[in-house]
Nanobody, 126 residues
Framework: QVQLVESGGGLVQAGGSLRLSCGASGSTFSNYAMGWFRQAPGKEREFVAG????????LYAEAVQGRFNISRDNAKNTVYLQMNSLKPEDTAIYYC???????????????????WGQGTQVTVSS
């Protein structure tokens, strides 16, 4: 099973930016859609952004549309989440995840993702 390791979280002021990275083990990374999810204190984990296996297709939650950008570098087995214009409500633990099935379109449902990282904390101060 693939191992996913997130990095890049931290404390930032409102309006600032952060770039999260997620490195994956294994040689089949480029075959799978990837996603970013987040879980705020007292709330359920929610979909943030997804990217197709090729990188040509992306999908965003309405709350982050226009502020966040997901990308991937298949040569480096890494997926990124560039977060701009951060708001206090973006505070959460951010998780990356790999889809269960290769070569299919991006999904939003957590149940469609079979491998998860340990998460990285993002805190946005007002």
């Amino acid at each position: 099973q693939v191992q996913l390791v997130e990095s890049g979280g931290g404390l930032v002021q409102a309006g600032g930016s952060l770039r999260l990275s997620c490195g994956a083990s294994g040689s089949t990374f480029s075959n799978y859609a990837m996603g970013w999810f987040r879980q705020a204190p007292g709330k359920e984990r929610e979909f943030v952004a997804g990217i197709s296996w090729s990188g040509r297709g992306t999908l965003y939650a309405e709350a982050v549309q226009g502020r966040f950008n997901i990308s991937r570098d298949n040569a480096k087995n890494t997926v990124y989440l560039q977060m701009n214009s951060l708001k206090p409500e973006d505070t959460a633990i951010y998780y990356c995840a790999q889809h269960r099935v290769p070569f299919i379109i991006i999904q939003r449902r957590q149940s469609d993702f079979g491998s998860w990282g340990q998460g990285t904390q993002v805190t946005v101060s007002s």
